[in-house]
């Protein structure tokens, strides 16, 4: 009994780190209505910031409880700076833009940080003392728990409460209340909504520290704190309902618990337990435990305009340009050395992984956070398909396509019901199930070490391969093109932005929605299939948030709207990616510093800034004469 008892109060303390990191990110979501995918990076800041502090900068202060509380508050402080800078260069220049642009920003906002982090801090652990005054434990039967634990157990509803007060009775909490409810309004009554947002991030950025700096005492810093803790923020984010404080607070007991009972029953398939909580959750409650109601959040309609699309654009010019870098893309592939036609192949196989989100965002608005899990999964069906049953290639990607549609098949009746950021982290959930079960199914997977040695393409048949990439690669783009301009792509468009108007004209918007999201999922799952067959090797990571993450920054930098998008943003990622990587030992960094410069001046991509350029030169020209 006292195991469960303990296994309740480990859930407890691990969910007050997860309310920190929740609220701070909902009072974010609440007022500046945007998601900050780089949360997890002021977490990491706040905790790094501490260590060296009390380590390795004014090491007694370690042997003082106020001290090293002093130090804790100071590592939240620099967090909420370091949030102060973002919002001004970043955030508030984001405001406005699509949910999706803004993931994808504060992406780049997060390889910025940590690399600058690796620079300043330096790559390696960082071991704290343990906080003077709590280092002992207090006995539960015949086990013990630590006292340090008790302590934070206790913190998360004095942070509730603080955070309840500050937001219902004094002035500044007030104005966020109403910056939340309508801050078109609020600005009408003069009030200058610019610095509540900054107040709102410091705010929610120096809890993330906070939280960070309170996980001294139980683990070491280190360089990939951001990444292990943001995803399970999202999910209690998700779960408890956007902009959502009290939501929040439900959702971090729930998932803390639910982690806490997981580790100790299921301690290989923890994560898959809390993401099919969080699932379950949206498909009773689309809207999370304590979301916003559906009008709250789109009453700001300017901010939406964006990502209504006319569709996808054709232009000439850009299919001259962009087809000449097919060109190059192709005869690399077949007269480069193994160097440049590595890179090719990589890129045009890229290419028809973006273009499969692509057909999803530009034509349906909806936005997968997770499509990686299709990828893997066509990965995984042609190598397991040739490894256990000597499948050729045909058969193989077949195989592969096969597992993606069945999956997605599925999986797509809960797209039927989400939009926008819920149906985002439920495919991230999705994906990191698929990632999961890679991982820990050895058997049949490999785990880690994943499946290698395939030889679904022979070096005499090298050839032929690049060639059928080619040929793959440019009929995704034409049968996009065909489908924008279909009776198909004409409904999920008009499903897309008059959902009400197209259902009283007749249209099945679930089936719409549904039929796209699942040839979405094939088109990725081939995808998966000739990465497995040109690489020789599928490992769990394929899965990973780094390979979704891939396929949008392919849709999102050569422009989402822009028919020859994906082949600019795949040639553009792969050969910038290859070159930095071989040359700059921080290229990340200054991946994500592009990655944001290019959301904020051209959120249509790159041809869609060029566009606009030589739109206003035409204008130029006209009016001087």
Not at 82 to 106: C, D, H, K, N, W
Not at 329 to 343: E, S
Request: glycine share 12%.
């Amino acid at each position: 009994m006292s195991a469960v008892f303990l296994q309740l109060l480990g859930g407890l303390s691990y969910a007050t780190t997860l309310f920190l990191m929740a609220a701070g990110l909902t009072l974010i979501f609440g007022v500046t209505r945007i998601v900050n995918f780089a949360h997890g990076s002021f977490f990491m800041l706040g905790a790094l910031f501490t260590a060296h502090w009390v380590t390795n900068w004014f090491p007694a202060w370690g042997d003082s409880a106020a001290l090293y509380l002093l130090a804790i508050l100071l590592g939240a402080a620099c967090a909420g700076l370091a949030g102060a800078i973002a919002e001004f260069f970043l955030l508030r220049r984001m405001s406005r833009a699509p949910e999706l642009y803004q993931l994808v920003a504060t992406f780049g906002l997060t390889l910025a940080m940590h690399d600058a982090m690796q620079w300043g801090f330096g790559p390696d652990e960082v071991f704290a003392p343990r906080f003077p005054g709590l280092k002992g434990s207090v006995q539960i039967g015949d086990d013990f728990f630590p006292v340090y634990q008790l302590v934070m157990i206790a913190l998360g509803p004095l942070v509730w409460l603080g955070l309840h007060l500050l937001l219902h009775r004094s002035r500044f909490g007030q104005r966020l209340r109403a910056a939340t409810q309508d801050r078109s309004m609020l600005a009408a009554l003069g009030v200058n909504p610019k610095p509540l947002m900054m107040g709102a991030v410091v705010l929610g950025c120096a809890l993330a520290g906070l939280g960070g700096a309170l996980q001294l005492p139980r683990e070491p810093a280190h360089l990939q704190m951001d990444m292990n803790v943001i995803v399970e923020t999202f999910v209690v984010v998700v779960t408890g309902g956007l902009g959502s404080i009290g939501g929040a607070f439900v959702a971090a007991l729930l998932i803390g618990l639910v982690h806490a009972f997981g580790t100790a029953l299921f301690p290989q398939a923890t994560l898959v337990v809390v993401f099919l909580t969080m699932a379950v959750v949206l498909v009773v409650k689309p809207q999370g435990i304590g979301g916003l109601p559906a009008a709250v959040l789109a009453q700001d309609a300017g901010r939406h305009v964006a990502e209504k699309f006319r569709g996808l654009q054709l232009g000439r010019v850009w299919t001259g340009v962009t087809g000449a870098l097919f060109v190059m893309l192709a005869g690399l592939a077949w007269t480069g050395g193994a160097y440049w036609q590595a890179l090719a192949s990589d890129a045009l196989i890229l290419m028809i992984f973006g273009i499969s989100l692509q057909a999803m965002m530009a034509l349906g608005g909806l936005v997968s956070f997770g499509h990686a899990a299709f990828f893997a999964l066509g990965a995984y069906g042609a190598a397991l398909s040739h490894s256990v049953w000597g499948a050729s290639l045909p058969l193989a990607l077949a195989v592969g396509c096969g597992a993606a549609l069945a999956v997605a098949s599925v999986f797509g009746a809960a797209v039927v019901r989400s939009s926008g950021v819920y149906l985002a982290m439920l495919s991230l959930a999705l994906a990191q199930v698929i990632w999961a079960g890679s991982t820990q199914w050895v058997s049949l997977t490999g785990g880690d070490n994943g499946l290698i040695g395939l030889v679904l393409v022979t070096d005499d048949g090298r050839a032929v391969f690049y060639g059928l990439l080619v040929a793959l690669a440019l009929t995704a783009v034409f049968a996009l093109r065909f489908f924008s301009l279909s009776v198909m792509g004409a409904a999920l468009q008009a499903s897309r932005d008059a959902p009400l108007r197209a259902a009283a004209s007749g249209l099945s918007i679930g089936w719409i929605k549904y039929r796209v999201f699942v040839e979405s999922a094939v088109l990725a799952g081939l995808a998966g299939g000739l990465f497995a067959a040109h690489k020789g090797a599928v490992f769990p990571s394929l899965a990973a948030v780094s390979t979704s993450v891939d396929a949008l920054l392919v849709v999102l930098l050569g422009g989402v709207h822009q028919l020859w998008g994906a082949v600019v943003g795949s040639a553009l990622l792969t050969f910038l990616g290859a070159e930095l990587g071989r040359g700059v030992t921080y290229w990340r960094g200054l991946l994500g510093v592009f990655i944001m410069v290019i959301m904020v001046a051209a959120p249509s991509g790159l041809l869609g800034l060029v566009s606009r350029i030589h739109g206003m030169r035409s204008r130029t020209v006209k009016g001087t004469r």
